[in-house]
Structures are given as structure tokens and as C-alpha cells.
């Protein structure tokens, strides 16, 4: 029960701070988007995501470089599962926003938010301790 437990809390600090992230990274998506009101290519906006995804990892890992989950099949686990959550998380977001009239940005959708997650959850996982 006690190993549970602990996985339970390693996973939910790896979702923590995946999602605090991307919401801080959303939030500086909208102070930085009023210039550039013209919508991107999906496609260089989900490589630009990925990119961001990326150096947010990076960051992450100078502020935390030990990884919240010990074992490293629950470390696969998570990197599998964490995306899917903060993607979903982002949605959820979004839709909060929309709900009160706001505008929305790309991050807002599933896919952008999976792949800014998937990408920083990569990072970490390659280079954390």
C-alpha cells in the first residue's frame, strides 16, 4: 500500500508541474500574441510548441533535476500518461476561457498542449536524475 501511495504522489508531482508549466508558458503565450494577430501554420506553431515544450523541460530540470518518480518502468509510465493529463488539462482550460468570452490561443487544444507537454516530458526524462 505504501509503494502505491508513493507512486501515486511521484506521478501527481510530475502532472503538477507539467501543467503549472504549460499555464505559465500559456500565459506568456498571451502577453507576446497581440502583435502577431495573423494565425500561424498548424504546423510551424506545433513545431514551435514542441520547441518551447522543450526548453520548458530544460528549465524544469535546472529548478528540478531529480525527477519526482523513482522507479524507471513508472518513469516510462508517465512519460506516457502526463502529456495526456496536461493536454487535457489545457482543454479544460480553454474551454473555461471560452466559457467567459475570452479568446483562446492554439495551446488551448488538445494537440498543442499534448505536444508542449509530450516534449517537455521527453527532456525530462532523457536528461533528469
Known amino acids: 500500500m505504501e509503494i502505491i501511495l508513493e507512486l501515486l504522489f511521484q506521478f501527481l508531482g ?4 507539467q501543467i503549472v508549466v504549460e499555464a505559465l508558458a500559456e500565459l506568456g503565450l498571451y502577453s507576446v500574441r497581440e502583435p502577431f494577430r495573423k494565425p500561424p501554420n498548424p504546423w510551424l506553431a506545433a513545431i514551435g510548441y514542441a520547441i518551447i515544450g522543450a526548453i ?19 518513469q516510462i509510465v508517465s512519460l506516457v500518461l502526463t502529456p495526456v493529463v496536461a493536454g487535457l488539462s489545457m482543454v479544460a482550460l480553454g474551454a473555461w476561457r471560452h466559457r467567459r468570452g475570452q479568446d483562446t490561443i492554439r495551446l488551448d487544444k488538445f494537440a498543442y498542449g499534448y505536444l508542449f507537454a509530450l516534449a517537455m516530458a521527453v527532456v525530462r526524462f532523457t536528461f533528469g536524475d
Open 14 to 17: 510530475e502532472v503538477f508541474l
Open 56 to 74: 520548458a523541460g530544460v528549465l524544469s530540470l535546472w529548478a528540478f533535476p531529480v525527477l519526482f518518480i523513482a522507479s524507471h518502468s513508472a
